[in-house]
DNA sequence: CAAGTAAACTAACAATTGTTAGTTTGTATA
DNA sequence: TATACAAACTAACAATTGTTAGTTTACTTG
């Protein structure tokens, strides 16, 4: 049983919500015991190290990114669909682990072992991204504009809803992706 | 002479820049010191502490954006124009001081004495935001949709410019500014 | 009951942290 | 030439950091 569950899935979920507070460089390994209850020294029956605590967080997540993004590119949907598919699966992944979604947005950088493999996985993410809004472009399917603003502008809200999913629990994840969806494809122009 | 130019500035120039890098935890004095070719304690003829940077970059930062919030909301343009004018208001900004919009998005959390200040700024900034949004519904001008979706979606875009920004010099100012506006307005369907 | 094991504990470490005190150096001004 | 001052320096501090070693506690299982 080494999954979901266990003390250590427990360490590490705890140490993702001290670290969407405060940032990994910020927690220390007494302040999160004293979120467990416990002594610094026993969270190590559990975990390795502190940095061990980061990659599970980051790598498991841009995994998820990575799997998800693989499903999108190879289905045979139109690129209005592939989009809303992108932001169908942000929408989720956020929502199940919030907390974690600040640590790939503000600590990937204190990775060590796992930084090349990490930005490795971003960069194929965002080549995909960009390949079907180029090819969206080509079949007339969205507006002819520079295909790096509109993947950064798409990607920078959907990277940011962790901030913001927290406060809007009435807003249930279909509800807020369509919206969303709309908003970023239609705009908000009348 | 205690503006620009001086050797306080480039120590909060440099700061910034190391903050961007590693965040302001994790950038230690003896660091700063290095970066800057001096020994850590000379530092402190200069500033009076770690925090005392940190101030400085956050504080002079979200005053900015309130003096331009100020200026767009008493202005009588429609909209549109309101919107597009926050789009430049960030382009400007970020532009002109890419290395701390860094900390202001990521390191405001570890103000201390200034923590309330900049929150009141913020709040002030995003509710004067919503407002304008709210105008642009009920006068018909912008689609009928959750107002905080609406802000939440551009305002997530322009917050993560400074992470974008460096990489696109060819790019200018004002080019960015319209590009960027039509895509957050307009949408990208075609 | 005996043995094994998960999970906590105390105590300590070497390194690093922000910061202070006091001093030296070089340059500009009176 | 004497004075002042900006800006660097060395040396040290008390606190905090991640981590290790070895031990104790309380269940569970054969």
Redesign the interface.
Known sequence: MNAAGTRKEEIIQTAAKLFK??????VTMRDLATEMGIRAASLYNHIDSKQDILKAIIITLAEEFTTGMNAIKSSNSNT?DKLKSIVSLHVDITTKNTYGMASLN??W??LEDQLEYYLKLRKTYEQDFINIIQDGIKS????D??P???M??IL??L??LYL?IPK?EELNRQE?SI??S?????????
Chains 1, 2 share one sequence.
């Open positions: 507070e405060k940032g990994y460089s910020a209005i503000n600590d950088m204190h007339n399917e969205i507006i504009s520079n790096e603003i509109i950064f502008s920078s809200t990277r940011s913001w809007k807020l919206n969303l709309t908003v970023l494809i239609n705009g908000i122009n009348k």
